[in-house]
């Protein structure tokens, strides 16, 4: 399997020639279905991992017992997107792109499970339909909004800093509207970065994907979606007074 495309294809899936005339409409639908796809998977694995950690209590009970596994899957986890993010050559390069991938998201999805189990079954299932919708919701709107949101990214990534601030100040003394109001404001945040990503992926922008970049398209989309459902759960879990 390779990621290699023709010259005419690159121009087109960067956004110079009308991708919509023949072979290069061709590519561009390929690049689309692999980005659907590798997200797709990602997400099928979170969720497995998650139902199998409410299904089956020992699987909550091995996580109790084997505490070392929460920092090894960080530093699996921040190795593995350093390795995606930073280098190209290894984001590019088949089958250690692949191979990197699926390390982030099996302890991506670790993680979220060892985090999730901590709330009661319904906030998770109702965050995850949440995310669900509001990610098929902004697609769609996407796809038909004309508008280029990708000169945001600056003002969003403050916005995000300035969050990230008030959590980690308040971390040790949480009061509920704060954190219920943090977790609106995250949920508006990477909900904008999902636009951007899927105009990045989708159009219209100035700075799309080129074909190349499958795999990072569908890891932006995995991170927006995960971050997404974590301010929801977020917020759902300390409604209560």
Same mark, same amino acid.
Request: hydrophobic share 50%.
């Given at each position: ?24 409409? +061709?590519? +561009? ?31 909550? @009970? ?30 590019? +390069? ?73 959590? @980690? ?10 954190? @219920? ?50 301010? @929801? ?9």
């Amino acid at each position: 399997m390779s990621d290699s495309y023709s010259d005419e294809e690159c121009s087109a899936l960067s956004g110079s020639v009308d991708w919509m005339d023949g072979v290069v409409g +061709r590519a +561009r639908v390929v690049f689309l279905r692999k980005v659907l796809a590798i997200f797709s998977s990602q997400v099928v694995v979170c969720g497995l991992m998650l139902c199998l950690t409410f299904r089956f209590p020992s699987l909550s @009970l091995f996580m109790d017992s084997h505490p070392l596994l929460i920092p090894i899957s960080v530093v699996c986890l921040l190795l593995t997107l350093y390795s995606l993010v930073c280098c190209v050559r290894l984001q590019r +390069r088949f089958p250690v792109n692949y191979l990197l991938l699926s390390l982030f998201t099996l302890s991506e999805a670790y993680l979220i499970s060892s985090l999730a189990r901590t709330s009661s079954p319904l906030p998770v299932l109702s965050a995850a339909l949440l995310s669900l919708i509001g990610t098929l919701s902004l697609t769609l709107s996407t796809c038909l909004c004309e508008s280029d949101f990708s000169a945001s990214t600056a003002s969003l990534a403050l916005g995000l800093s300035l969050c990230l601030t008030l959590l @980690l100040l308040f971390f040790f003394s949480p009061v509920t509207p704060l954190t @219920l109001s943090l977790s609106a404001l995250g949920v508006f945040l990477f909900g904008m970065y999902l636009v951007i990503d899927l105009q990045l992926i989708f159009g219209p922008s100035r700075h799309p994907y080129t074909p190349e970049d499958s795999i990072m398209a569908a890891l932006n989309l995995y991170l927006d979606g995960i971050n997404l459902f974590l301010d @929801l759960l977020g917020g759902l879990t300390n409604t209560k007074p």
